[in-house]
């Protein structure tokens, strides 16, 4: 005896569509196996995505290449940084990427902190004219207030000036 669609979807809890999308496959390529596809297959599922996409949103400043080594992707492949980068892509978010830079020790932090506390009042200081030399080259700035500042010839868009010549407002 025929078992209906019906019958077969009731008892597998499946959509009564997904019955019959199978039996149109079978009776088309005598199996019911997924036909080959183009492409790579994804290395996440959608809920791995979902996952990075979730770590990005409670630590943005996470690196990505620190998210792929927390996320195991199918079969225990380890998923690559690119990879985070992309699902995050698609989701909207930017990844955040590690400052390169030198490392700052106590004595940098130290002379930091005194240059700046040196040069607080910086701020009123406006240059108004520029007096250039023979080849054409700023040799002199002067500011609103009149006093002259020597350029550094060698680094033009350094600009340098004796203690004596300088006081803040």
């Known amino acids: 005896s025929k078992v209906g669609g019906q019958h077969i979807a009731r008892h597998f809890n499946f959509n009564i569509t997904t019955i019959y999308r199978l039996q149109r496959r079978y009776n088309t390529t005598q199996s019911t196996d997924d036909l080959p596809r183009s492409g790579r297959p994804r290395v996440t599922t959608p809920r791995q995505d979902r996952h990075i996409t979730r770590q990005d949103l409670r630590d943005p400043f996470l690196p990505a290449s620190q998210t792929a080594r927390a996320t195991v992707g199918r079969h225990n492949q380890p998923i690559s940084r690119d990879t985070v980068i992309r ?83």
């Open 87 to 169: 699902r995050l892509h698609s989701a909207n978010l930017r990844c955040c990427r590690p400052a390169r830079h030198p490392v700052l020790r106590p004595r940098h932090r130290q002379a930091r902190l005194q240059w700046a506390q040196g040069h607080r009042n910086w701020r009123h200081f406006r240059l108004h004219k520029c007096q250039t030399d023979a080849t054409g080259q700023a040799s002199s700035v002067s500011s609103t207030n009149g006093e002259k500042i020597q350029m550094n010839r060698s680094r033009p868009q350094e600009i340098t000036c004796k203690a004596s010549e300088w006081h803040p407002t």
